[in-house]
C-alpha cells in the first residue's frame, strides 16, 4: 500500500505544482540549460548560437539552422550556406549560390558579395589569404578612379588572382582580354582583391557584374585554379572577452547574451548571472528538481488515516518534508515575499494540503478495505 499511496500522491502533487509555474515565470524565466546545439553535421557552440540569447551578443541573429539541415549565416549583404565552423582556427567556410567559380562565370549583379555590419566588424571579418576576384566591372567602378595615373588595386592574394583564373574552363565561354601589367584602353575583366583593401564587395556600388572567392589553407599554394578552395573563408574573433565565457562555464554555466543582446550573462539553468553560476541565488525551479522524486513510507501507525504519517524525504537530501510544510518552502524558494503573487501562491499551497489529505485518506480507507 506504501508504494501504491507513494505513486498517486507523488504523481498528483506533480501536476498541481505545475499549475503554479507559469506565475513564478513570469518572476523567473526559464532559460535553456544549454546553449550547444547541432544542425545537420555542425556543432554550434560559443560565441555561435541558433537560440535566443545564446552565444556571444556580438554574434546574435547571425546563424540560423534550417530544418534541422543545413546553417545559414544572415548579413547586410545577403545569406550564405555555412560549410564548416572550424573552432580551433576560429573560421566558417561559406557558400555563396550566386559566386562564380573555375566551372561558371555567374554574371548580372545576382551574387551577394560580401559587406559585413559595421558593429559586427570587430568580430568577423574574411581572412587575410581570401582573394575576391571582381568580374566585369565598369570603367566607372570606384575600383579604377584616377586610372591610369593611378594605380589599380588588384593584385594577388596568397599566390591567386586573375591572370589563373583566366585559364579555368568558365572563360572560354567569356573570352576575357589577356591583359598583364599594361591594361591598355580600360580596365581589366577580372580584378583581384583583398577584401582589406576595399572593406567591402558591394557589386552594386562597385558596378560588377559578378565576382568570384577562393582562399588558401595549404601551407604549399595551390598555382591551379581547378584545385583553388572557393568559397568565402571568414575569421571571427571575440576581442578579448573571452574570460567571461571560459569563467561561467566552469560553474556550469553556458554563456549568452541579454534581452537587449549588448551585455554577456552567464544562463545557469533557471537564473541568469552576470558573472559566474556560484553567484546569485537559484529560484523555485531549481529546488523544485532537487527535491523530486520523493521516497515516501507510512509512519509508525498505519491503520491511522492522518496525512501527517506520510513523510516525503527529498532524494537529495534536504531534510524529512512533510506535505503540510511544502508550501512554506515553495515560498521561501521563490523569494516572492509581496504583492499579487504572494497571495495566488498561498491560495495554491492551502488548496494542495486539502487536496492531497482528503485524496491520502479516501485512499487509505479503500486499500484497507481491498486488503
Excluded at 554574434?59 to 539552422?65: K, S, T, W
Aim: proline share 6%.
Amino acid at each position: 500500500m506504501a508504494s501504491f499511496l507513494f505513486f498517486i500522491t507523488s504523481t498528483i502533487f506533480t501536476i498541481l505544482v505545475q499549475a503554479v509555474l507559469p506565475v513564478l515565470a513570469q518572476t523567473h524565466p526559464i532559460h535553456v540549460k544549454t546553449c550547444r546545439s547541432y544542425c545537420g553535421n555542425l556543432t554550434v557552440d560559443y560565441p555561435f548560437g541558433t537560440r535566443p540569447g545564446c552565444g556571444h551578443p556580438g554574434f546574435r541573429e547571425l546563424l540560423f539552422c534550417i530544418n534541422d539541415f543545413l546553417i545559414m549565416l544572415h548579413i547586410s549583404s545577403g545569406s550564405y550556406r555555412v560549410l564548416d565552423i572550424d573552432y580551433s582556427y576560429r573560421a566558417l567556410t561559406l557558400h555563396d549560390p550566386h559566386m562564380s567559380n573555375c566551372d561558371s562565370i555567374v554574371l548580372g549583379y545576382r551574387g551577394n558579395g560580401f559587406v559585413v555590419d559595421p558593429w559586427r566588424s570587430p568580430y568577423l571579418n574574411p581572412a587575410q589569404d581570401n582573394v575576391f576576384m571582381l568580374i566585369g566591372c565598369s570603367s566607372g567602378s570606384p575600383l579604377f578612379q584616377g586610372f591610369p595615373g593611378k594605380h589599380l588595386p588588384c593584385r594577388n592574394v596568397s599566390s591567386m588572382g586573375c591572370e589563373d583564373y583566366y585559364g579555368c574552363p568558365a572563360w572560354k565561354v567569356i573570352g576575357p582580354k589577356r591583359v598583364g601589367s599594361v591594361y591598355g584602353a580600360g580596365p581589366p575583366e577580372c580584378c583581384a582583391v583583398p577584401f582589406e583593401a576595399i572593406k567591402a564587395i558591394n557589386l552594386t556600388k562597385l558596378e560588377c557584374q559578378g565576382y568570384s572567392s577562393a582562399y588558401s589553407l595549404a601551407p604549399v599554394q595551390v598555382d591551379t585554379p581547378g584545385r583553388w578552395a572557393y568559397g568565402i573563408r571568414v575569421e571571427y574573433s571575440l576581442s578579448n572577452n573571452e574570460a567571461f565565457c571560459k569563467t561561467c562555464e566552469a560553474t556550469g554555466g553556458s554563456c549568452g547574451y541579454d534581452i537587449e543582446g549588448v551585455h554577456e550573462v552567464c544562463m545557469c539553468g533557471s537564473w541568469n548571472s552576470t558573472s559566474n553560476c556560484d553567484s546569485g541565488e537559484k529560484n523555485f525551479q531549481t529546488y523544485l528538481i532537487s527535491f523530486s522524486p520523493f521516497i515516501m513510507d507510512l509512519g509508525p501507525n498505519q491503520s491511522s488515516h492522518s496525512l501527517a504519517q506520510i513523510k516525503a524525504v527529498p532524494s537529495l537530501g534536504l531534510g524529512v518534508l512533510r506535505p503540510s510544510r511544502l508550501c512554506p518552502l515553495i515560498l521561501q524558494w521563490t523569494h516572492i515575499t509581496s504583492g499579487g503573487h504572494h497571495r495566488r501562491i498561498l491560495d495554491f499551497c492551502d488548496c494542495l494540503d486539502d487536496i492531497l489529505l482528503k485524496l491520502t485518506e479516501l485512499l487509505t480507507v479503500t486499500v484497507a478495505d481491498i486488503f
